[in-house]
């Protein structure tokens, strides 16, 4: 059986999975969000539908994507725009069939003008956004727009007609200001340190680049809240599908599963109104960069120096390295004696919090990647483990484990595991990472020839001898002894 229909003909779904039981026929889509990946189906989309069901609201999606997940948009117009979310606890799965989404389209399939026509509805009140790090073609050392990246020069040169969610966004925005209608606001929802804040100075700089006047109206009329979003979202396999069919009775690709916990801390700056997030468990906040800071940092840095370092053990899933104790003893170190000491966040019991998120990572149902989490490793290394490297250079402090990641890293990227199979690198800086590894020997040297990318660590960190002297070193015991010896050497000064 297929998705579509059900809510008239399955009753059997009805009480396996949560329906949307509101008039679908009364939302109007104020968002449009571009990136319709898994993260978003099982997050704002979610809180969004769970105002629907719960509360009455009729905010809607326009669902974009803009460069692949072709197949992704053709499935959720199958099946009328609706898919479910499964949530994946040890002992319990639920499923939920979202049902916010009014209308997905793809721009290389359906048009780039179908795409800008739907961002120039009037009603249209928000355009957020989930395309990683990398879809912001700005240098994570800097957080400021590569104007010589190859796909903003084409833009810059086409403005009308552009690829990239930059020259999307301003050419909509040049689109409402032209024919009279208000702004939008402008909401990343990507893992970056003050995403509002970086996604602003995009925009800008594209739109000074194209026309002073323009990036002014853009200035007074647009805001850009930052948000910190949480929630453990493995990539979509045949089994996690198989699971999700077995649970529900009903075929659906278009499905996602992910952990049960879920988190959203929202800037409350919108220009044109929003909907009442809040009431679905949402945070409105006035600042959201010491969230950000302590999610960054503590989950997202622990992650990443777990899936470098585990990929490199063999370790194909997080819940794998939990299962080791010293990987388990290092993460949860690494996290409350050197990430905690570097955030601002006040109120919240970072101890809880490292304990709360080691019990998220052992969740033997999620089966994350280790590889998928070790992907766009130059645009996460900056705000997940460098900036802590600053704070603890500044204040001559201890951050051994962070220098293991940041080596754990450099070893990942050489391409070869260490039982000599190649490792397939997935990274926007790969011709960057191939050419520095390539041109140096194994060792010292290599360690040498990453840190002189500076659009990774910047200028200055390279220089400083207190901080390439520990990544060396770590960087040496891993050649020498692998993952594993090395975890536990480290693991063992902390008991």
């Given at each position: 059986?297929?998705?579509?229909?059900?809510?008239?003909?399955?009753?059997?779904?009805?009480?396996?999975?949560?329906?949307?039981?509101?008039?679908?026929?009364?939302?109007?889509?104020?968002?449009?969000?571009?990136?319709?990946?898994?993260?978003?189906?099982?997050?704002?989309?979610?809180?969004?539908?769970?105002?629907?069901?719960?509360?009455?609201?009729?905010?809607?999606?326009?669902?974009?994507?803009?460069?692949?997940?072709?197949?992704?948009?053709?499935?959720?117009?199958?099946?009328?725009?609706?898919?479910?979310?499964?949530?994946?606890?040890?002992?319990?799965?639920?499923?939920?069939?979202?049902?916010?989404?009014?209308?997905?389209?793809?721009?290389?399939?359906?048009?780039?003008?179908?795409?800008?026509?739907?961002?120039?509805?009037?009603?249209?009140?928000?355009?957020?956004?989930?395309?990683?790090?990398?879809?912001?073609?700005?240098?994570?050392?800097?957080?400021?727009?590569?104007?010589?990246?190859?796909?903003?020069?084409?833009?810059?040169?086409?403005?009308?007609?552009?690829?990239?969610?930059?020259?999307?966004?301003?050419?909509?925005?040049?689109?409402?200001?032209?024919?009279?209608?208000?702004?939008?606001?402008?909401?990343?929802?990507?893992?970056?340190?003050?995403?509002?804040?970086?996604?602003?100075?995009?925009?800008?700089?594209?739109?000074?680049?194209?026309?002073?006047?323009?990036?002014?109206?853009?200035?007074?009329?647009?805001?850009?809240?930052?948000?910190?979003?949480?929630?453990?979202?493995?990539?979509?396999?045949?089994?996690?599908?198989?699971?999700?069919?077995?649970?529900?009775?009903?075929?659906?690709?278009?499905?996602?599963?992910?952990?049960?916990?879920?988190?959203?801390?929202?800037?409350?700056?919108?220009?044109?109104?929003?909907?009442?997030?809040?009431?679905?468990?949402?945070?409105?906040?006035?600042?959201?960069?010491?969230?950000?800071?302590?999610?960054?940092?503590?989950?997202?840095?622990?992650?990443?120096?777990?899936?470098?370092?585990?990929?490199?053990?063999?370790?194909?899933?997080?819940?794998?390295?939990?299962?080791?104790?010293?990987?388990?003893?290092?993460?949860?170190?690494?996290?409350?004696?050197?990430?905690?000491?570097?955030?601002?966040?006040?109120?919240?019991?970072?101890?809880?919090?490292?304990?709360?998120?080691?019990?998220?990572?052992s969740n033997p149902a999620l089966r994350h990647r280790t590889w998928?989490?070790?992907?766009?490793?130059?645009?996460?290394?900056?705000?997940?483990?460098?900036?802590?490297?600053?704070?603890?250079?500044?204040?001559?402090?201890?951050?051994?484990?962070?220098?293991?990641?940041?080596?754990?890293?450099?070893?990942?990227?050489?391409?070869?595991?260490?039982?000599?199979?190649?490792?397939?690198?997935?990274?926007?800086?790969?011709?960057?990472?191939?050419?520095?590894?390539?041109?140096?020997?194994?060792?010292?040297?290599?360690?040498?020839?990453?840190?002189?990318?500076?659009?990774?660590?910047?200028?200055?960190?390279?220089?400083?001898?207190?901080?390439?002297?520990?990544?060396?070193?770590?960087?040496?015991?891993?050649?020498?002894?692998?993952?594993?010896?090395?975890?536990?050497?480290?693991?063992?000064?902390?008991?």
């Amino acid at each position: 059986m297929e998705l579509t229909g059900l809510l008239m003909e399955n009753r059997l779904l009805n009480a396996r999975a949560t329906l949307p039981d509101y008039d679908r026929s009364k939302l109007v889509p104020r968002i449009v969000h571009l990136g319709f990946g898994a993260f978003h189906r099982a997050h704002q989309a979610v809180y969004t539908d769970i105002l629907a069901s719960e509360h009455g609201s009729d905010w809607g999606f326009h669902e974009v994507n803009l460069i692949g997940g072709e197949q992704q948009i053709a499935d959720l117009k199958q099946q009328d725009n609706l898919y479910t979310v499964a949530e994946m606890s040890a002992d319990n799965w639920t499923a939920r069939v979202v049902g916010v989404v009014k209308n997905a389209l793809h721009a290389q399939v359906d048009g780039l003008e179908s795409v800008l026509a739907v961002m120039c509805e009037p009603q249209v009140a928000i355009v957020s956004l989930t395309i990683t790090e990398k879809g912001y073609c700005h240098s994570p050392a800097t957080g400021e727009l590569m104007l010589d990246h190859p796909m903003i020069v084409a833009d810059l040169h086409n403005p009308t007609q552009p690829k990239t969610a930059p020259g999307i966004v301003v050419e909509a925005l040049a689109r409402r200001k032209s024919a009279g209608l208000s702004a939008f606001t402008v909401m990343s929802c990507d893992n970056m340190p003050e995403n509002g804040h970086v996604m602003r100075n995009v925009i800008l700089t594209y739109a000074r680049a194209l026309n002073s006047e323009l990036a002014r109206w853009i200035e007074q009329h647009v805001t850009f809240p930052s948000t910190m979003v949480d929630r453990i979202v493995p990539a979509v396999t045949h089994e996690s599908l198989d699971k999700i069919t077995q649970l529900t009775g009903v075929s659906d690709p278009a499905a996602v599963a992910c952990e049960p916990f879920r988190q959203w801390v929202i800037e409350d700056n919108f220009v044109a109104g929003r909907p009442g997030w809040e009431k679905a468990g949402a945070e409105l906040v006035s600042n959201v960069l010491p969230y950000e800071e302590m999610k960054l940092r503590m989950l997202n840095g622990s992650h990443s120096f777990l899936a470098y370092l585990g990929y490199l053990a063999g370790y194909q899933h997080i819940n794998e390295c939990m299962a080791d104790e010293n990987y388990r003893l290092a993460a949860h170190s690494l996290m409350l004696h050197e990430q905690a000491p570097t955030l601002k966040v006040q109120g919240v019991d970072l101890g809880k919090y490292a304990d709360s998120l080691i019990a998220r990572y052992s969740n033997p149902a999620l089966r994350h990647r280790t590889w998928q989490i070790a992907m766009d490793g130059s645009q996460k290394l900056p705000q997940r483990m460098l900036d802590s490297v600053r704070w603890h250079l500044a204040h001559n402090s201890e951050f051994d484990l962070l220098a293991l990641g940041v080596a754990a890293w450099m070893r990942y990227v050489g391409g070869v595991d260490e039982q000599g199979n190649a490792i397939e690198v997935s990274d926007p800086l790969l011709p960057l990472l191939q050419k520095a590894v390539a041109g140096s020997k194994e060792g010292e040297e290599r360690v040498k020839a990453l840190f002189a990318i500076e659009a990774i660590f910047g200028a200055e960190l390279p220089k400083v001898t207190a901080f390439t002297a520990k990544v060396s070193a770590a960087y040496q015991l891993l050649l020498a002894e692998g993952a594993k010896v090395a975890v536990a050497k480290y693991a063992a000064k902390l008991k």
